[in-house]
């Protein structure tokens, strides 16, 4: 674990530097943990042209990573590396590096019985186009919940803003719906999500969007996507007052009223932050136009991390929305 720390270490400047950066007051932005959903053993969902949900959520969570830190914001990535098995280590792990406040990183899909199969360079793969768009999560079982969906309400509406559409098919379902926190935004209740519920920092989970919908894939899988994405998150975590110069922002419902109340931890020396050159990250596979005009997906190296989507929906997962 020690040398995954070293790779994936504090990425921030120091605070006070980024608040002249951002040109704003010189309040201190508190550290963000950015957490990878997912790992390279069970790697969450398979898009329609079968790349991992842990790939996409491993870049998307590197690219905004490097948007809070260009404007000063310490950010910890967890679970980078694809070695995070045990999700109740996440959050401690996270607050360990004191992160005041737990991102979790995912990309969606939809129930089995709303997909169906196509063969995609020569390999079945399942896709769907019952659903498409983004949706964010929080628990009521996490302490600081008013914080929590004050800022998946913030990240929504930049999301929003941004000509993004919130999808609904998580409240659908007859029986097993998940309730709206904030319909507007897209925000659900997810109370035993267990990054959410173990987390005791604001926590919101992310779905950026549905992998297994064949459009939605291929716009996931672009840095456009990807930075329109990172910047939503960005001026979200802004307007809740979690990052600098918003420090008096209030909370309604919290009797503290402010989410930036505590301060940074003291600087520390810093790590370059993983961006998308970075050789790591460059393990998503985008999808190639095929000979009959319909998107492809390279060959996945290691079948081993090929995963079905027959497994159980999980709160054990950590995952929101998407079977495994
Ligand atoms: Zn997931």
Redesign the pocket.
Known sequence: MGRVDAMCGRVGRLAALGATLAGTAAVAAVPVAVDV??YLEKP??TSAYGVT?FEY?QTLAAVIAARLERDGVPVRLIGYKGEMADLYARAPQAEAAGGQFFLSV???SVRAEYQQTWIVDGKEQRYSEYARGFSLFVSRKNPRLAESLACASAIGAALREAGLTPTPHHAEAAGIGRPWADQTNGVYYYDNLVVLKSSTVPAVLL?AGVIVHPDEALALATPARRALTAEAVAKGLAACGVTAGRRSAKIPGNPLGDVGLRPAPPAQPTAPVAHETDPALLLLRRPQPGPAGHPVAPDVADPGRQHRLDGPVGDE??????PG
């Open positions: 959903g997912h969450g969902a949900e959520n995912h990309h969606d779905e997962l950590g995952h929101a929305g998407c």
